[in-house]
């Protein structure tokens, strides 16, 4: 294999939904009949792609289907999808933990894996015994064990548990030590799915910059599967898209965060909103859209450009309530990165005479990239009488503010541009 530490050819999974194993005498028996006369399982020709969403006609199911990928030592390959598209049973076929229905796998190392809290734990053995235990199914000796204990235990955060039995253990004291257990005794692939969301803030932030230093200094292999994109594309060098159990897209994180993002994202066109529950008619936002500094219509703006987003407003309102504008600015990845209200930034409130809104934003501090607003009508101290979750997007393509010719973000993927002045 060479380089190549893992090797995916052809592998799928199939289940029968509603039962366990095959589910009928008739079935178990039609697979021995075909077995015995060395024909191929009847079972395997049948059966519909792994789509959650919709109502099948077959009581097969593919939850993997014709997968294959390399993965090379060193690299950090991360999965991304929606729930059900397949990656935690793609995880647990690699672990081990279950086999495919059809397909090979191919390895060239130790892998330790972390899939579910509290897997390969015995709940009755404490802390200390668990990681002797899981360092054994490695492959370790008792010595091997011993010189990186210390190591685990602190980095774990449970030293003062750490004699107690696991099943006494919170789920986040579960995932610390299962963690630790697993990138401390230097398996050749570390397979990481979601359970580090269970963590807090301060493990996970250490759990990533272990797994940067695992893959960077170690040149082990990291498989990574998260919904955090910024975790994904902070550590990942390959990112590969599943969809419905097939490989939709494999390429660079950025590309394929941007592809998976496009692909799932609410159309804009057609603004997801909600509105509160009242007998009253409030006022409500019934259109927004974005000029740029000439006041053109726009959805691609230069960073030099400033944007003027204007919000219509139909108001019935009998009552005389003040109300304020809010707006959030999100980027591709739903992280809100600015906020502005009319009542704090300026001290204004509207009444039932308000027609229009606009608020002129510097947009120079954004980098090239997507991004959307979320608005809100509100008054102060009350719910919200209004609200659009993605209201208009819009793109910043070009970040060349000074006119110098040099596209801002186009190598380093900072997260904003800080206005500043070089000196000498």
Same mark, same amino acid.
């Not at 959650?52 to 939850?63: C, F, I």
């Not at 054994?136 to 955060?157: C, H, P, Q, R, Y």
């Not at 309102?317 to 009319?342: E, G, P, V």
């Given at each position: 294999?060479?380089?190549?530490?893992?090797?995916?050819?052809? +592998?799928?999974?199939?289940?029968?939904?509603?039962?366990?194993?095959?589910?009928?005498?008739?079935?178990?028996?039609?697979?021995?009949?075909?077995?015995?006369?060395?024909?191929?399982?009847?079972?395997?020709?049948? !059966?519909?792609?792994?789509?959650?969403?919709?109502?099948?006609?077959?009581?097969?199911?593919?939850?993997?289907?014709?997968?294959?990928?390399?993965?090379?030592?060193?690299? +950090?390959?991360?999965?991304? !999808?929606?729930?059900?598209?397949?990656?935690?049973?793609?995880?647990?076929?690699?672990?081990?933990?279950?086999?495919?229905?059809?397909?090979?796998?191919?390895?060239?190392?130790?892998?330790?894996?972390?899939?579910?809290?509290?897997?390969?734990?015995?709940?009755?053995?404490?802390?200390?015994?668990?990681?002797?235990?899981?360092?054994?199914?490695?492959?370790?000796?008792?010595?091997?064990?011993?010189?990186?204990?210390? %190591?685990?235990?602190?980095?774990?955060?449970?030293?003062?548990?750490?004699?107690?039995?696991?099943?006494?253990?919170?789920?986040?004291?579960?995932?610390?030590?299962?963690?630790?257990?697993?990138?401390?005794?230097?398996?050749?692939?570390?397979?990481?799915?979601?359970?580090?969301? +269970?963590?807090?803030?301060?493990?996970?932030?250490?759990?990533?910059?272990?797994?940067?230093?695992?893959?960077?200094?170690?040149?082990?292999? +990291?498989?990574?599967?998260?919904?955090?994109?910024?975790?994904?594309?902070?550590?990942?060098?390959?990112?590969?898209?599943?969809?419905?159990?097939?490989?939709?897209?494999?390429?660079?994180?950025?590309?394929?965060?941007?592809?998976?993002?496009? @692909?799932?994202? @609410?159309?804009?066109?057609?603004?997801?909103?909600?509105?509160?529950?009242?007998?009253?008619?409030?006022?409500?936002?019934?259109?927004?859209?974005?000029?740029?500094?000439?006041?053109?219509?726009?959805?691609?703006?230069?960073?030099?450009?400033?944007?003027?987003?204007?919000?219509?407003?139909?108001?019935?309102?009998?009552?005389?309530?003040?109300?304020?504008?809010?707006?959030?600015?999100?980027?591709?990845?739903?992280?809100?990165?600015?906020?502005?209200?009319?009542?704090?930034? %300026?001290?204004?409130?509207?009444?039932?005479?308000?027609?229009?809104?606009?608020?002129?934003?510097?947009?120079?501090?954004?980098?090239?990239?997507?991004?959307?607003?979320?608005?809100?009508?509100?008054?102060?101290?009350?719910?919200?009488?209004?609200?659009?979750?993605?209201?208009?997007?819009?793109?910043?393509?070009?970040?060349?503010?000074?006119?110098?010719?040099?596209?801002?973000?186009?190598?380093?993927?900072?997260?904003?541009?800080?206005?500043?002045?070089?000196?000498?």
């Amino acid at each position: 294999m060479g380089d190549i530490i893992l090797k995916v050819e052809n +592998v799928s999974k199939q289940y029968r939904l509603g039962t366990l194993g095959t589910g009928s005498i008739s079935h178990d028996l039609n697979r021995v009949w075909h077995t015995v006369r060395g024909k191929e399982d009847p079972y395997l020709k049948i !059966g519909e792609s792994n789509d959650r969403s919709t109502k099948g006609t077959s009581e097969y199911v593919w939850a993997l289907r014709d997968i294959s990928f390399e993965v090379k030592r060193g690299e +950090v390959l991360g999965i991304i !999808g929606k729930n059900g598209a397949g990656k935690s049973t793609l995880l647990k076929i690699l672990s081990k933990v279950t086999g495919p229905t059809t397909g090979s796998i191919k390895y060239n190392g130790r892998i330790a894996s972390l899939l579910e809290v509290g897997t390969g734990f015995h709940p009755e053995m404490t802390g200390k015994e668990n990681i002797f235990l899981n360092g054994a199914i490695l492959g370790m000796t008792k010595i091997e064990i011993n010189s990186k204990l210390d %190591e685990i235990i602190v980095f774990s955060g449970c030293e003062r548990y750490i004699d107690t039995p696991v099943k006494r253990y919170s789920s986040g004291m579960r995932v610390r030590l299962a963690f630790a257990v697993a990138a401390f005794l230097e398996p050749d692939i570390l397979i990481v799915d979601e359970v580090l969301a +269970v963590g807090d803030a301060e493990f996970q932030k250490k759990a990533i910059g272990k797994m940067q230093d695992i893959s960077s200094q170690g040149g082990r292999t +990291v498989l990574f599967v998260s919904h955090d994109m910024v975790a994904i594309q902070k550590i990942c060098n390959r990112v590969v898209i599943l969809k419905n159990g097939m490989i939709l897209k494999d390429g660079s994180p950025v590309k394929m965060i941007t592809e998976y993002l496009s @692909v799932t994202k @609410v159309k804009l066109d057609n603004p997801t909103f909600r509105k509160l529950d009242k007998k009253e008619i409030f006022p409500k936002i019934i259109k927004c859209f974005l000029y740029n500094s000439e006041r053109n219509l726009q959805s691609k703006f230069n960073a030099a450009d400033s944007i003027t987003l204007v919000t219509k407003i139909e108001n019935n309102s009998t009552l005389s309530n003040r109300f304020s504008f809010l707006w959030m600015l999100q980027d591709k990845a739903d992280t809100t990165i600015a906020a502005s209200s009319s009542a704090i930034m %300026e001290n204004l409130f509207f009444d039932e005479t308000t027609k229009t809104v606009s608020c002129t934003i510097d947009s120079s501090s954004l980098i090239p990239g997507e991004y959307k607003f979320k608005l809100f009508l509100h008054v102060p101290k009350q719910e919200p009488l209004d609200i659009w979750e993605e209201a208009i997007s819009f793109e910043i393509v070009v970040h060349d503010i000074n006119n110098v010719g040099y596209n801002y973000g186009t190598n380093w993927n900072p997260q904003m541009y800080l206005a500043h002045k070089w000196n000498k």
